[in-house]
């Protein structure tokens, strides 16, 4: 029989990632815990990643982040990586459904779907996946939250772990100064400012995030992200100064819960809250 001290040791937490992606993954063997996709055809990728943004779109609704027809999620096409799939124009997040996405081009043509591409959408959206071949996925909406810090033109500040995620991988893009973004040739310094960073506040307009491994990923930084704005607002409304994390806390921070692994990990059981809750989703 084991010692108390013995089996205290043998079931200790090791710092050691070995062959795991995050300390966060469980060293025990036969635990219950969220394991990445694996796809034998294109075509299982392709249903996984129509699924996943389906489910980003009735998240999007669950977090009441509707503002009439604004707001798109985009998923690059495993197989066609100059096409992306989105969601339909002027259907709400809380509707949008397997069967009215759309597939869609670089130049903003519908290749397979019903409906429209909203025009704003695209033209930001298409530029970022043109630009950026190895952006799987991008979202954007009109947030209470996020738009009214956009407007500040100043990023978000460290000044905890959640926050922290953002350390040196979102940027403030003041380019058009708020001007719908409906021409070809708007929106250049949101496209370049998604060559290193996850997120994009573009002042005056809203929250952007990208992500280069997975839909999920780019949902779940998009809802903290709004959440960070959320709680930057509440701590300038108080008449205290914040204690911020230093740079090498924020780093810290930044590399153990601040990766895109983290951000796919975040949004399981967000996906399975809205999976149990809208039975329809996948009609």
């Not at 034998?40 to 249903?47: C, D, I, P, S, Y």
């Not at 409906?115 to 704003?120: D, E």
């Not at 903290?224 to 994390?245: F, I, K, N, W, Y």
């Amino acid at each position: 029989m084991e010692t108390s001290a013995a089996a205290e040791t043998a079931g200790a937490q090791s710092n050691s990632l070995g062959d795991r992606v995050s300390i966060y993954q469980p060293e025990q063997s036969g635990l219950i815990f969220p394991e990445l996709p694996a796809f034998n055809t294109v075509e299982q990728e392709r249903e996984h990643r129509k699924q996943r943004l389906v489910a980003g779109c009735r998240a999007f609704a669950m977090n009441n982040f509707d503002y009439g027809m604004a707001g798109h999620i985009s998923v690059r096409d495993p197989e066609h990586s100059n096409l992306y799939w989105t969601n339909p124009m002027a259907v709400h997040f809380s509707q949008v459904k397997m069967s009215n996405l759309i597939l869609a081009d670089h130049e903003g043509r519908v290749v397979e779907g019903n409906y429209a591409i909203n025009r704003a959408g695209f033209v930001v959206h298409a530029s970022v996946h043109e630009a950026h071949p190895d952006i799987v996925a991008m979202c954007h909406a009109h947030t209470p939250h996020g738009t009214a810090w956009c407007s500040t033109g100043r990023p978000i500040e460290p000044y905890n772990q959640d926050a922290a995620c953002f350390y040196d991988n979102h940027a403030v893009v003041s380019d058009d100064g708020g001007a719908v973004t409906v021409f070809t040739d708007q929106g250049q310094g949101v496209v370049e400012a998604f060559a290193g960073n996850r997120a994009v506040l573009h002042q005056n307009h809203g929250i952007l995030t990208a992500s280069r491994h997975s839909v999920d990923d780019a949902v779940f930084w998009f809802i903290a992200m709004d959440r960070c704005c959320h709680v930057q607002l509440l701590l300038e409304s108080g008449s205290t100064r914040p204690a911020l994390m230093d740079d090498e806390a924020a780093r810290h921070s930044a590399t153990h819960v601040g990766s895109d692994y983290l951000g796919w990990l975040h949004f399981q059981p967000v996906y399975d809250q809205v999976v149990a809750a809208n039975p329809d989703m996948f009609d």
